[in-house]
């Protein structure tokens, strides 16, 4: 489009006319306010606006429009006003021949023109400008199409034209096939030599092959590689074993752990298990001791009663009365009638006492056996201990009393001393007494032996048996001293001496308390 070197530049004319517009039945609305804006095509507008002496530019950038709008109804022809516009172009005679040779249009565009709303667009209509080559003016009707139609035609056109390129890049499709099968053809005629030469090849080199492994080099060869392969599967099977072996080792040294804190807790389980055995056994023989000491002490006690009730009637014999019978068990169904009133015998109160001692020693044991039950079926010492506690407290308290009720006994004994009897009265009384030997023994809990103020202790549920083996000796003096005030008390009454066998019965109880070895209670 460009003028060629050495073309003058002229100065043309380019004028439109719009005259009338004519609304036809299909006019979307009954009536419009039309008003027409012509618009170059750009090409022309560029070919004004490349040369220097554009003097109108501005004309030919602007659209040309149709003033004031017009009411048209429909089928009917208005006239437009302020239609006309004459636009100089500059350009050379080539540069608009090339220009106008593209099919440009020329177009015009039909608008609604509204107070209220936005111009609407009716239709476009185009004029094509290549009649202009041939023909200085042109003078008509431009059909008006909708928008829509008109984008109908343009997807028409492209329809066209995409068809046209599709058929155009066939053919070049068909070109590239052709030239790519030529080159298929000659590459496998390549590829048939390359087989052949390759097939020689390998024919030679199984000739060498043979050739080579018949020598003495490839028997070497072969060994060395073999050999190779044996000393990797050695290095192989070796690591497999330290790995074993490792495993081994970690599992033997778990194993050996586990067994040495198997032994050790089984060590300490034995080691408990004996110290319990250890408990059980001194409770036991505590207990053992205790009951042995409560049956001595009721029959002691049942001798004394006896005793007793013979002195009161050698000293009374005028007071004995028959409705005053009573059977006497400790002489096996023998019948003694006590004459003595309540007002008048001393000791009336103290044998009621002493019986209730009497009949109540073997329940002052029951609850050592109590202890023992509890150890044996729980397994635990410090439940017997409880047991024990609360025995032990309520046997301090019995003791108390008893030893209360003894010795207001052995004052009476002391106030017979000074009545005169016949000596062969006593002698008689203790040549008729064919019992056992009374031993006068309150064992290890005696009110005289240890203090009947001592508080129980608190911590007495967790039986430790070294309080009793530390406590012995201490039990043994205690025990001795007393037996031998007893011993020196029935000696000053006058009726007992010391061939008698109370006497000589406390003689072999205190000789024997010496003769106790504490270290067997030592644990």
Known sequence: MDAAPGEDVRMFRLSVDVRSFKAGLRL?????????????????????????NSANAAKLTAPLRTHPPVMAQKGS???????????????????LAAALAQDLCLQAQVFHRDKYVVDGLIGIASI???????????????????PSDHSGQDAQVAVKRLQSECEHRVELERTKYIALKEQHSVLEKRHATANAALAELEKQFCA???????????????QVMLLKQQCNDFKRNYEQAIRTKNDYKAQVQNLARELAKLHKQRTQNEANRRAQDRGNLALQSLIESQARKTDQERLELRQLKEQLQRLQMHDNPTLMAPKNELNSTSRGGKEVHNTYAASTLPFSGNLGVNERFTKDGVEKG????????????????SAAGEVLKQGYSSMLHERDEFDDCFNEEFDALDNLSHVNLSTSMFEEAATKDDGSVPVMRMGLLDGHSMNRHTDVDDDFGSFDVSFYTSQLSEFQTAEIK?????????????????????????????QRLRSVDTNKFAF
């Open 482 to 510: 007393r037996l031998t005030k007893q011993r020196l008390d029935l000696l000053q009454t006058g009726v007992y001496k010391e061939e008698d066998r109370i006497i000589k019965g406390l003689d072999q109880e205190i």
């Open 366 to 381: 029951n609850f050592l056996d109590e202890a023992v039950q509890v150890s044996m079926r729980t397994d635990d010492v």
């Open 77 to 95: 022809e208005v006239t437009l006003s302020n239609g006309f516009v004459s636009l100089e172009l500059p350009a050379s005679v080539s540069g």
């Open 208 to 222: 060498y092959k043979t050739e080579h492994y018949k020598t003495s080099e490839a028997e070497l060869l072969g």
């Open 128 to 146: 094509p400008m290549a009649s202009l080559m041939k023909e200085p003016w042109l003078d008509g009707y431009a059909p008006v199409y909708s």
């Open 28 to 52: 979307p609305m009954k009536a419009i306010n039309a008003c027409v804006r012509v618009v170059l095509p750009p090409e022309i507008v560029k070919l004004a606006m490349a040369t220097p």
